[in-house]
Structures are given as C-alpha cells and as structure tokens.
C-alpha cells in the first residue's frame, strides 16, 4: 500500500490557500481594527473571535452536510469551489471600505458597520468550504496513512503561509510603513484572491474526486479493522464510538482546543505585540512568521520519521512540551531587546517544528476514530475544539495585554500550550503502531 504523492498534493492545493488566507487575516485585520478603526484591544480581540464563533457552528455543519452530498463532482468540491469563488469576490472589496474610510469618505458603504458586515460575510464564506476541503484528504487516504497524507497537506499550507509572508515582508517593510497615517493592504488583498482562485481552479482542474474516493472506499471496505466505532442497529457505517474511545476522543478535543488557545493568541496578536514591545511592524512581524513556517516545512520529513518509531501520542507529546519551551523562550527575548534579533529567528523557528509535530498528528488521531462515512462530521469535530479555543483566546489575551501589560503575551500562550500536555496524557486511542521502517516510508507498511 503506497501514498499517492501526486494526488494527495493536488488536494493540498485547497488547504495551502485557506492557510495563506488565514495568516492574513490574522496579521492584518488587527492592524485595520487599531488603526484604521481605532478600536481597543479587548473590542478587537471579540471582533477577531467572531470567525471562531461562527466556525463552532458552521463548521460541523457543513462537514455533516459535505458527508451527505452526492453531486457529479463529488462530496467536497461543490463547497470547495463555492466557498473560494464567494470569498474571492468579498476579499477585494473589503480593503476598499477601510481605505475609504481612512481617507474620510462620507459614503456609507465606507464605514465602521459596513466593514464588519462584509467582514461577517467573508468569515460565513470560509467556513463553507474549510471542513469539506481538510476532510477531502482522509476520503481519498486510507487510515495507515493519513498522518504522512497530512505531513505532506500541512506542508503545502506552510508553503501558501510562505508565499504570502514573502510577499508581506516585501511590500511592507519597516523602512516603508514607518511614520504613516495609514498604510494602503489593497496589494496584499488582491494578491491573496487571486493566489486563491488559482489554487482551487488547478485542484479542480486534476482531482477527480468520485474516482480517487471510491478506491480508497474499496480499500477500506477491505480492512475492517481499522474501524474503532461501533455498528449501529443496521449493521452500517456511522455507528455511535464505545466509551474508552469516546473518553480519548474528548480529551484529544480538549487537547486541540488548549494548544490552539496558546497558539492562536501568538498569531492574532504578535503584529501589535511587537509593534507595540518593541517598534516593529508588520514587516518584522511577517518575517518571524515566515520563519516559523519554514520550520515547519522542515521538520515534516523528520516528524514524519519520528512517528514511525514512537506514535503519533508521543510526537504531540513533544510538540506540545517544544511549544510550551518556545513560547516561555520568545518572552524572554522580546522582552529584552528593542529590535528582532537571530535568537528570535530561532524561537520562531522551534515554533515551526513544534506546531508541525502537533499538526501532522492530531486530525488523524481524530478521524482514526470514526467510520470513513462520518469524515466530514468528524473532521468538523476537529475545527470545532480548535475554535473554541480560538473564540476565547483572542478576547483572553487582548483583555491580559491591555489591563496588565502585553508582555504577558507569551507567558499565557505557554501555560496553555503546557496544560494540553496534561491532558493529552489521558488519550488512549487513535494512534498508529511504531513501525521499524525509517522515515515517511514506515507509513507505507502500515496496513
């Protein structure tokens, strides 16, 4: 049983741009909201939760829904291509409403209300498609598989985070931004739409999905198994899971909501963190990110290797206890020096390897647990603990920075990245046998 490269990076075309339209969203609009709009830390923080708020809802949904369509081009694109078109099209306007009303526009459409409205709008949009477009990758990977299916899946987005961090730090360097009113996003916005729609149009263009999904049915069909959830009455797929599953399960949630509590407070609020610690901007900021990513993408062959020999429970283990060191690191270092500095680049860069060793893991501990019919539901399960953390940390974190200090910044992203160590000790399934082979290869003899 081999992993098809070929296909499994096509798919991964969806999730490099939702990644690359992530990390914009998240080092940008809370650049619009303070400056351009003048709001304060907690009321932007709640503004910035709003996606996470949305997404605990939405984003089961339509994994439910998703798992239910039946349509000539399958299950998933039909949300994937309607999703991306839709945001596409809000993406460009949305830059135009705040310089208008930067530039003092007496136009209604260039207000405070109507931003946030069209704002609410992108963020419904993304939610469409972000559960069909992840669980896309199981539906086409047998079990054994998918945590090398996701290496290869997070890699691409790390690459999208890239390709847009490159493009940031390019266009928005301190030396160009410094000293300005209001500095003009439209490039970037346009530039981000238009990275989007090419990546979807080139998935759509190569995967077939009925025909790649219908193998992988036939696979499964063939390994009983490796299915944890129990039958239901009628024998058929989609059963309820037994109680020690359902115990790992809810601590594997609970797990995913804590790191995403202490990441996700870094990725919202670092641009104005440093902007504010140490008279950096976005360009400094980006160049941290970038950083980051690029740890990543090169610890995802190495982690890869590292799950092989130990499990997937064991390289979170040292995923979350790297972040929670990277995290108590970055404090230090920001907090003693008024610029970025190399030492910084490397606390970054162990950020990467530790986010990429907690990534390439948990969506297939998750899904190991369900039937490959409850897919969508199940990786919509995934987004939901991540967004409950993500709907409270922004609003946490902004409230900590403003009545205490913002350099409490990443003394609270360490504690939380340290208490989902607590309780990932209490997951007991989902995992995959250690195999003898070495590197990604010791995926291909998991059957």
């Known amino acids: 049983m081999k992993l098809n490269y070929k296909n499994t990076v096509l798919v991964g075309l969806a999730f ?86 930067a530039a003092g526009s007496s136009n209604p459409f260039c207000s405070f209300a109507f931003f946030v409205v069209l704002l609410g709008a992108l963020l419904f949009t993304m939610s469409i498609y972000r559960s069909p477009a992840v669980a896309l990758m199981p539906d086409i990977t047998p079990k054994p598989l998918r945590s090398r299916a996701n290496a290869i899946i997070n890699l691409m987005g790390a690459g999208g985070g890239i390709i847009y961090l490159i493009f940031a730090s390019i266009m928005y360097p301190k030396s160009k931004i410094e000293g300005l009113d209001h500095v003009n996003y439209r490039p970037l916005f346009i530039f981000m739409s238009l990275f989007m729609l090419v990546c979807i149009v080139l998935m759509k263009l190569t995967v077939n999905e009925p025909k790649l999904a219908a193998e992988n049915d036939k696979i499964e069909k063939e390994h009983p198994e490796w299915d944890l959830t129990e039958e239901d009455e009628s024998g058929k797929a989609g059963g309820k899971l037994p109680k020690d599953v359902f115990r790992s399960m809810l601590f594997l949630l609970a797990s995913i909501m804590l790191w995403y509590i202490g990441y996700n407070a870094v990725t919202t609020w670092f641009t104005t963190y440093i902007s504010n610690i140490m008279g950096e901007g976005l360009g400094g900021a980006s160049t941290c990110f970038l950083i980051a990513n690029i740890g990543a993408i090169i610890s995802y062959i190495p982690i890869g290797h590292l799950a092989s020999k130990i499990g997937r429970k064991k390289s979170i283990y040292f995923g979350v206890l790297l972040l929670t060191f990277s995290f108590g690191l970055s404090f230090i270092l920001t907090t003693t020096s008024d610029h970025v500095t190399v030492f910084m680049y490397i606390a970054f860069a162990l950020v990467g390897l530790a986010w990429a060793a907690i990534n390439v893991n948990s969506l297939p501990m998750v899904v190991e647990m369900c039937r490959g019919a409850d897919t969508g539901k ?42 989902s160590f607590l309780t990932m000790t209490q997951v007991k399934h989902g995992d995959v046998k250690a195999s003898a082979a070495s590197g990604l290869d010791a995926f291909e003899d998991m059957d």
Do not use: C
């Not at 081009?73 to 999703?83: D, S, T, V």
């Not at 919509?380 to 200090?405: D, E, H, K, W």
């Open 378 to 419: 199940y990786t919509g399960y995934y987004y939901t603990a991540s967004m409950a953390g993500q709907v409270l940390t922004p609003i946490m974190a902004g409230f900590l920075m403003r009545n205490i200090s913002y350099k409490i910044l990443f003394i609270y992203a360490a504690l939380f990245a340290f208490a």
């Open 16 to 101: 490099m741009s939702i990644t690359a339209f992530w990390q914009l969203y998240d080092n940008v609009i809370p650049l619009l909201l303070t400056n351009t709009f003048h709001l304060n830390e907690t009321i932007s923080g709640a503004i910035m939760a709003a996606d996470n708020i949305l997404a605990l809802f939405l984003l089961p949904l339509f994994g439910k829904l998703s798992d239910r369509t039946n349509t000539p081009i399958g299950k998933r694109m039909p949300f994937i291509l309607a999703g991306t078109f839709i945001a596409v099209i809000l993406l460009n306007i949305l830059p135009v409403i705040e310089n208008g009303y």
